[in-house]
């Protein structure tokens, strides 16, 4: 069955540094990646997907993730973090044979805490 | 504006009393589904419809049911026999022109 695993609960940022979360997956098909954000209390936004393609991606709110076949790998990356950026991540893969009306599995979230 | 609406934020319910949880979408997508989250266990699927009057049990549906009479509705019950009710309830739907699952705004669910 297909999984996915966010091996980091939690990680504290300064304002300005650099930024990685890690997300590893486990399917058997050609993935499809998402990356998702919750601020507390909220929906989830889409931040970005991979489907097929060129291996980086770039999202919204300078967000970018590269997707690695080999290490089962799609992690998520932003160059400098703002203090708006403290949320919860989440990385999804979908399941489905016909790319339609696709079921999510996703990882436990990891939690980001941006200091000044 | 397109959207899906949950209503309410947040439903306060004694034990062993059913509560229905409302999710409307007027995005005209044929494919909806339930999750429930619990802090550190990211999101679960309960159930999910691909298409009207059909519907599917997902991971978590014991002690939950749905139905799918509208395209635009798919209200989730939580039923008595739900041994851990309280979580955060958050509906979604497919959106197939961009390849997305897009959210509403959950709801947050007490039993007392």
């Known amino acids: 069955a297909q999984s996915v695993t966010q091996p980091d609960i939690h990680i504290t940022v300064s304002e300005g540094a650099s930024l990685e979360l890690r997300c590893n997956y486990s399917y058997g098909a050609t993935p499809y990646l998402f990356w998702y954000v919750q601020s507390p209390g909220q929906g989830l936004q889409l931040l970005l997907k991979?489907?097929?393609?060129?291996?980086l991606v770039q999202g919204i709110k300078g967000f970018e993730a590269e997707f690695k076949r080999s290490q089962s790998s799609f992690n998520l990356r932003k160059p400098s973090v703002h203090w708006s950026d403290a949320a919860e991540y989440f990385c999804a893969v979908a399941t489905g044979s016909n790319f339609g009306n696709e079921k999510l599995t996703f990882g436990t979230g990891t939690r980001l805490t941006i200091i000044p | 504006d397109g959207g899906i609406t949950q209503s309410p934020k947040y439903l306060f319910r004694k034990e062993g009393q059913n509560v229905t949880l409302s999710c409307e979408q007027n995005?005209?997508?044929?494919?909806m589904y339930w999750y429930r989250q619990d802090p550190g266990q990211g999101l679960r699927l309960i159930y999910y419809?691909?298409?009207?009057?059909?519907?599917q049990k997902g991971d978590i549906a014991e002690g939950y049911s749905v139905s799918r009479e509208k395209k635009e509705s798919f209200p989730l019950t939580v039923t008595s026999a739900q041994k851990n009710p309280t979580a955060f309830y958050l509906c979604a739907s497919w959106d197939p022109s961009y390849n997305e699952q897009f959210f509403g705004p959950g709801t947050r669910l007490t039993v007392l």
């Open positions: 991979y489907f097929s393609g060129d291996t």
């Open positions: 995005l005209n997508h044929d494919a």
């Open positions: 419809s691909q298409i009207v009057n059909d519907f």
